[in-house]
């Protein structure tokens, strides 16, 4: 994790690190948490999370719920999901073998965060809290 975060900081995001598999980046738009998962020799990932302050017990309500559901169901972007607080949660993972290939996970986080931006502003306004 330690080459990733100097080249995280090198694209111009903030990195501080939480333990030795995970690093939080963020930027003046976007944040998250990088974890490596070692899974074998052969194949392992680099799990991606975004934390969104949600509109609490609302989000807990069925409908809330089915939305999210048919969001994942429509979109094969993340996971999206509500914790026991109401706050949503936007995961996903970048898998590779048995080593990253930096320049496309930069193009993937890139294109991630512009994704998530759609998502957050046009699918799931209704769901955060102002």
Not at 11 to 29: C, H, P, Q, Y
Not at 113 to 124: G, V
């Amino acid at each position: 994790m330690k080459e990733l975060s100097a080249v995280m900081a090198d694209a111009g995001w903030n990195v501080s690190e939480i333990d030795e598999n995970t690093i939080l980046i963020d930027d003046s738009a976007s944040k998250y948490a990088v974890s490596y998962i070692y899974h074998t020799a052969k194949i392992s990932r680099i799990a991606i999370n975004s934390p969104w302050e949600g509109r609490g017990e609302e989000n807990l309500a069925l409908e809330t719920l089915k939305k999210i559901n048919q969001l994942n169901d429509d979109y094969n972007f993340a996971t999206i999901s509500v914790d026991t607080d109401g706050d949503i949660w936007i995961a996903t993972a970048f898998p590779f073998g048995q080593e990253v290939d930096i320049k496309i996970f930069l193009n993937f986080i890139e294109w991630f965060q512009d994704t998530e931006s759609y998502f957050i502003t046009e699918l799931l306004a209704d769901e955060l809290a102002n």
